[in-house]
């Protein structure tokens, strides 16, 4: 789903470097990796940084400038930290998944990385559309190339929706959610067992039974959990009247 | 901005690792790291790694065991990749910035990364109000440890700068969440009153304990509601004891 979007890193200086980047693209299901120039490659340490993404590397096309890594491309974007007295459109890792992903008007696209120490020269960003910045500390903007691919594949798997499943805060999808007759049927007991050990009085009994509520209702108990905490109540209970 | 969260990294076994997560930090505008026993530190790759981001190594935080790490946090995400038998609810780096950054009801937060190999271990999840999934492809799911705090960081970075903008949901702002410290107190007194009341038996108390932990953590307690839960506890111990 993602392999029209092509990975090009220019003249990596660290063979390490590359196998990192191989690892954080297969991480996000892209496969599509090319290789400019690469200052050491194949190397031991690119297999090794790539932790079981050798296929990613080893698929991994390489060539001799620039243009013939984008020559198929409809779409160059140059991902620079730099700042440029040309200023470039710049976009976000997230509206360049935009661009790439989710409109999709793109048969194939290259994400391009520069040099570890010296970023994309003039005459490579002029090959590209757009220039793509990833948000980060001005202080402190250099990310490690693998780290900006991560991000950047990142955002694509997630415009992708790859994963197919939203995820849901406070889901553990185990058992149903206890419904509201369920929970009153709840309050009823706790009501009771404390009034048995004599935390409850009746003449504070609304505000402490408001508050529980609060605390209870906020957690979103599922039935199993609710069954757990009224067997509480009720062991609470029968070591009471065995007094 | 973002001091108020911890990135802690539990027996990671790299030096590199530990260099390379100091610099996605600062990349992003943090600087708060916690170490748990790992496995070499100080150490020259490290240092090397980290590539300017000394001051981030520097002022890290070495510490013995998960629990001291946390302490003082009064939201606890622990980041996994593993399935597990009890599912716990889960979150994306995308919810977990917003829950942490735009929401922010918490003065101090913990994101937890586990071993490189094996993540992290059932007790330590225990201490977790979430877990935290990066999206990812489900055949090759385990990124380098750096470029989950990368991705995990950027996210923070990004909701930050969108602050101010989205509306506060969850934050109950009438008197502060019960530390991590305060919620182990609770378990243990916890522990004891369900052994009390014969609720326990020492063959499966882990399991029930592991469920209410759940329960609990979910809840995000302040500490005027924990007050009243010990209240109840104190007073079913009192009763128990008269018998």
């Not at 090009?8 to 954080?24: D, F, K, M, S």
């Not at 008007?105 to 793509?132: M, T, W």
């Not at 906020?218 to 070591?239: A, F, P, V, Y």
């Amino acid at each position: 789903m993602l392999s029209h979007i092509k990975i090009v890193l220019v003249e990596t200086t660290h063979p390490g470097n590359i196998g990192a980047v191989a690892r954080a693209m297969k991480n996000m299901k892209m496969n599509n990796l090319w290789l400019v120039a690469p200052k050491i490659f194949p190397s031991a340490d690119a297999t090794s940084r790539a932790s079981g993404a050798d296929d990613v590397l080893a698929a991994a096309t390489v060539c001799g400038c620039l243009q013939e890594a984008v020559a198929d491309c409809q779409l160059v974007i140059g991902a620079s930290a730099r700042c440029r007295a040309i200023s470039w459109p710049e976009i976000t890792p997230r509206t360049c998944a935009e661009i790439c992903v989710i409109n999709e008007p793109y048969q194939s696209v290259a994400i391009v990385f520069g040099r570890e120490n010296s970023g994309l020269k003039n005459h490579e960003l002029d090959l590209c559309h757009y220039l793509l910045r990833i948000p980060c500390n001005a202080e402190y903007s250099s990310l490690n190339i693998a780290a900006a691919v991560q991000v950047v594949c990142y955002e694509f798997f997630v415009a992708a929706g790859l994963q197919g499943t939203a995820m849901r805060i406070g889901d553990k999808g185990e058992c149903p959610l206890a419904t509201a007759a369920q929970m009153e049927s709840f309050y009823t007991h706790l009501y009771e067992a404390l009034t048995d050990i004599g935390f409850i009085h009746p003449e504070k009994s609304k505000s402490i039974m408001r508050r529980l509520r609060r605390i209870y209702n906020r957690i979103q108990l599922d039935t199993k959990e609710l069954d757990i905490l009224r067997g509480i109540l009720r062991m609470s209970q029968d070591n009471q009247k065995s007094r």
